[in-house]
């Protein structure tokens, strides 16, 4: 199976900061690798998929980078909306596996 | 507008069964492949089941394999998740989700769960 490892897995920060949160896979993942975000009681919305590819609808502040095992997400510029938990995910093979999840909370 | 719409979780003792059902709309149901995602109580996403578009190939974490089974209803537009054999570390939010693809993919689209409690 392909562990994904996530962090920070708290991190705090306020409105404006530009935020990096890193993925990292214990095998390459051929870039094959999503980012979701979730806040309390919803269910997880995709924002990015094939690692940099920005989902429709999703905010340009959001983008994806990396390849192999390393990626990283960044929020340009946090919003008030963007507290939430983050995870990351591959799909390169079966198990699809999810890392840990990283809390943004406010600073 | 995509809409998936879970059902069928509730309370359950350990060793019983639960039948999930999701109906999806606003899209060709046909043409995706579907998964099951849960999530227990304050901890992270699991991913726990997947099917292809047609229902031929299934997939299952171990945590489920033997007890879990995904199937679907491409007429009706329903995917199903019969779980048999239950145990508390069961006990979660599951998500059906769709899948951009038709097998190891990201998932596009996610209702909004169905809580399954395993307790006696």
């Known amino acids: 199976d392909i562990q994904m490892t996530q962090s920070p897995s708290t991190l705090s920060a306020s409105v404006g900061d530009r935020v990096i949160i890193t993925c990292r896979a214990s095998q390459s993942t051929s870039g094959w690798l999503a980012w979701y975000q979730q806040k309390p009681g919803k269910a997880p919305k995709l924002l990015i998929y094939r690692a940099s590819d920005l989902q429709s609808g999703v905010p340009s502040r959001f983008s994806g980078s990396g390849s192999g095992t390393e990626f990283t997400l960044t929020i340009s510029s946090l919003q008030p909306d963007d507290f939430a938990t983050y995870y990351c995910?591959?799909?390169?093979?079966?198990?699809?596996?999810f890392g840990g999840g990283t809390k943004v909370e406010i600073k | 507008e995509v809409q998936l719409l879970e059902s069928g979780g509730g309370l359950v003792q350990p060793g019983g069964s639960l039948r999930l059902s999701c109906v999806v709309s606003?899209?060709?149901?046909?043409?995706?492949?579907m998964s099951w995602v849960r999530q227990a109580r304050g901890k992270g996403l699991e991913w726990v089941s997947g099917i292809t578009s047609g229902g031929g190939t299934t997939s299952y974490a171990d945590s489920v394999k033997g007890r879990f089974i995904i199937s679907r209803d491409n007429a009706r537009n329903v995917l199903f998740l019969q779980m048999n054999s239950l145990r508390a570390e069961d006990s979660a939010i599951y998500f059906c989700?769709?899948?951009?693809?038709?097998?190891?993919?990201?998932?596009?689209?996610w209702g909004q769960g169905t809580l399954v409690t395993v307790s006696p």
């Open positions: 995910q591959q799909y390169n093979r079966y198990p699809l596996t």
């Open positions: 606003g899209f060709t149901f046909r043409n995706n492949g």
């Open positions: 989700a769709k899948l951009d693809g038709d097998y190891a993919e990201y998932f596009q689209e």
